[in-house]
């Protein structure tokens, strides 16, 4: 049996990868909606893991729970897959590597290759999100070639600190996660009666900018289908006029600050209902739920 640690009322925030958008300064908002039961017969779903700040806060506040972690991103699907799955060896292997400090030199080399093995796939997944600026995948280094700039590569990475939110993280996820790196139709599909849904997919304006995936309409579409019929979800996007067309749902309004781009944007969160997890029948047969919706022009619960 897994030594979780104890459970969190509010969990602490792990942030090892930097994304514009990332979700570790709404954690609190976010986990607030989630209706989750400590169980291991109760499974957190997160189709879209990317960086896992919001995963790593359910495996806080549920250490029973189990977690379902997908990302079609080979390289960060790698990664997870490493930290929850891999044998202790393999962690040991990539924190050997985080130890170094990058440089321009080794991001030349690193760009030049194609990643071979699940520990090379993992690597490269932390380093570009580390060492170019805002975590975009396609960008070049922090500070430029000739670091000439006002950051350097080296200027996010803090080998000591990613060491210890790895060796966490693993503590948190290892031996009740699964990690998969499919089509996120095909992981919604895996939710059942006891699972609920946590997305976060590519925005509809800026996405593609930060993932090496590129989405076009139709996969946003896509998604609003998969979730059709279901009440069991939670999903964050940006504040664009398609989406809000798309999901007529319950929306919640979350304005948060980008310390990576030094700007304020207003994201939503959008769901069917919230429903707090049945409870265990009291002496004469009867469950307690608690089933709460929300008009979209209302606050979010504090």
């Known amino acids: 049996m897994p030594n979780h640690p104890k459970k969190a009322e509010m969990p602490k925030a792990i942030s090892i990868f930097r994304y514009p958008g990332g979700k570790s300064k709404l954690l609190k908002r976010i986990v607030t909606l989630i209706p989750l039961r400590d169980s291991p017969n109760h499974t957190y779903i997160e189709p879209f893991v990317g960086g896992g700040s919001v995963a790593l806060a359910v ?8 977690l379902i972690l997908n990302d079609r991103d080979e390289n960060i699907y790698s990664f997870w897959q490493m930290v929850a799955c891999g044998s202790d060896r393999d962690v040991k292997q990539l924190l050997a590597l985080i130890k170094k400090r990058p440089t321009v030199k080794q991001f030349r080399r690193l760009r030049a290759e194609e990643p071979a ?12 999100n580390r060492t170019t600026f805002g975590g975009m995948a396609k960008s070049g280094p922090l500070g430029g070639y000739d670091q000439r700039g006002k950051g350097k590569i080296d200027s996010r990475w803090n080998s000591l600190k990613l060491t210890t939110d790895i060796e966490t993280a693993r503590r948190l996820l290892h031996g009740r996660t699964t990690v998969l790196n499919e089509d996120f139709e095909r992981v919604i599909a895996l939710a059942d009666d006891r699972s609920f849904l946590y997305l976060d997919p590519p925005y509809y304006k800026a996405g593609n900018e930060l993932y090496t995936s590129c989405w076009k309409d139709d996969d946003h579409v896509r998604l609003k289908e998969a979730l059709r019929g279901r009440d069991d979800w939670l999903l964050s996007y940006d504040a664009h006029p398609r989406i809000q067309e798309l999901h007529r749902v319950i929306t919640f309004l979350a304005c948060t600050n980008y310390s990576i781009v030094k700007r304020k944007h207003t994201e939503l969160l959008l769901a069917q209902k919230v429903t707090r997890p049945r409870s265990a029948p009291g002496p004469l047969g009867i469950t307690d739920q608690l089933r709460i919706w929300v008009a979209p022009d209302q606050p979010p619960p504090k």
């Open 59 to 66: 495996a806080q506040k549920w250490p029973s729970a189990r």
């Open 117 to 128: 093995t699940s520990l090379d796939k993992a690597f490269h997944a932390l380093f570009f």
